[in-house]
T-cell receptor, first 110, second 114 residues
Framework: TQLLEQSPQFLSIQEGENLTVYCNSS?????LQWYRQEPGEGPVLLVT?????EVKKLKRLTFQFGDARKDSSLHITAAQPGDTGLYLC??????????FGKGTSLLVTP | NAGVMQNPRHLVRRRGQEARLRCSPM?????VYWYRQLPEEGLKFMVY????????ESGMPKERFSAEFPKEGPSILRIQQVVRGDSAAYFC????????????FGSGTRLTVV
């Protein structure tokens, strides 16, 4: 099983601030996905990145896949309270199963 | 379009009882995956099924756990003789094909063993 390390584990910021969270591995992934999970709910897919160096934007969220396809980052601009949640990265492991990191828990206060 | 439907949302069982968790995939999705989320741990893959077939159950505990996805009806994750360590959130996900370029997860079943 390929390990995915996410950092930071916890992040508490004020509305309007920018932030970056990281997902790192020593293994190469053919694709990597980011999910957001709210308390009591299942993860919701935000983005899938496939190509090394790929950058995808989703409104105020910017996702980047490392050139070597071993790491990824998520940058949020001007965070809002609605961004609060657990951000999970997941790499394709065996062609269908996903290997998840433990997540970054983000709290954005007004 | 209904998403992935899981029921029940919450399930309380006494030690030694059986737990049955149900999952109806999204319309048009024929691939179902079960994951378990323990406190302070990430989501862990348990089993991958297609209609009437278990494709990979490498993440399932060897005893007491079983899964099925019959031709008709929902996928079922069955836990026999539950123990306290089985308490967790169990999530089902579905996709239209085997390559996981986008899972759709259900809201999960939170199992509490007392």
């Amino acid at each position: 099983t390929q390990l995915l390390e996410q950092s930071p584990q916890f992040l508490s910021i004020q509305e309007g601030e920018n932030l970056t969270v990281y997902c790192n591995s020593s293994s190469v992934f053919s694709s990597l996905q980011w999910y957001r999970q709210e308390p009591g709910e299942g993860p919701v897919l935000l983005v899938t990145v496939v190509t090394g160096g790929e950058v995808k934007k989703l409104k105020r969220l910017t996702f980047q896949f490392g050139d070597a396809r071993k790491d990824s980052s998520l940058h949020i601009t001007a965070a809002q309270p609605g961004d609060t949640g657990l951000y999970l990265c997941a790499g394709e492991d065996s062609g269908y199963a996903l290997n998840f990191g433990k997540g970054t828990s983000l709290l954005v206060t007004p | 379009n209904a998403g992935v439907m899981q029921n029940p949302r919450h399930l309380v069982r006494r030690r030694g009882q059986e737990a049955r968790l149900r999952c109806s995939p999204m319309k048009g999705h024929s691939h179902v995956y079960w994951y378990r989320q323990l406190p302070e741990e990430g989501l862990k893959f348990m089993v991958y099924l297609q209609k009437e077939n278990i494709i990979d159950e490498s993440g399932m505990p060897k005893e007491r756990f079983s899964a099925e996805f019959p031709k008709e009806g929902p996928s079922i994750l069955r836990i026999q003789q539950v123990v306290r360590g089985d308490s967790a959130a169990y999530f089902c996900a579905s996709s239209p094909e085997g390559a996981p370029y986008g899972y759709t997860f259900g809201s999960g079943t939170r199992l509490t063993v007392v």
